[in-house]
């Protein structure tokens, strides 16, 4: 399939928080007035910048920008398979251990919370749904997370399923 626009660059922190209880993953809840993916649950991350070295620095630095997770804090260990949205971006997953303990200072012009879920939860067969819904006359399927009140979908989710695949191999 050829895309009908140019892709743009971006890359993501996919965070493996070292906690006692087990390993959680870090996820943001984008604002609400944001123009793209308002309101949807997602990793810190954000648009490749020319004076980025590459994808971990892009990385690195919307974490910082977003939610204020120092690189301190942080240690980039390898990449999930980049993805593609439906919006235009492709997609570098970088994986990454974070040693607490920490402190987050929230950008609230772009999250409006940070939270953690098990990875346990995440790599529980029972808790990856698929839902579809019509757009333009055309379904559209996606993996769902249902995590208490909150809904992590699309390209999050398909992120995560990867992170999954990767673990049960």
Known sequence: MVPLVELRAAAVLVTLVDRAEGFTILLTRRTAHLS?????IAFPGGRVDELDAD???TALRETEEEIGLSRDY???????????????????????LVQPPF???????????A???????????ANQKRDSYDFQGVARHFYVFDYGERRIWGATAGMLINLAEIFSA
């Open 36 to 40: 793209r993916h308002a309101g949807q």
């Open 55 to 57: 994808e971990v620095a």
């Open 74 to 96: 942080i240690e980039p260990v390898g990449m999930l398979d980049r993805y593609v949205t439906r919006t235009g971006f492709t997609v570098t997953p970088i994986v990454a």
């Open 103 to 113: 402190s987050l200072s929230i950008d609230p012009n772009e999250v409006d919370e």
């Open 115 to 125: 939270f953690e879920v098990p990875l346990a939860f995440i790599l529980d067969p």
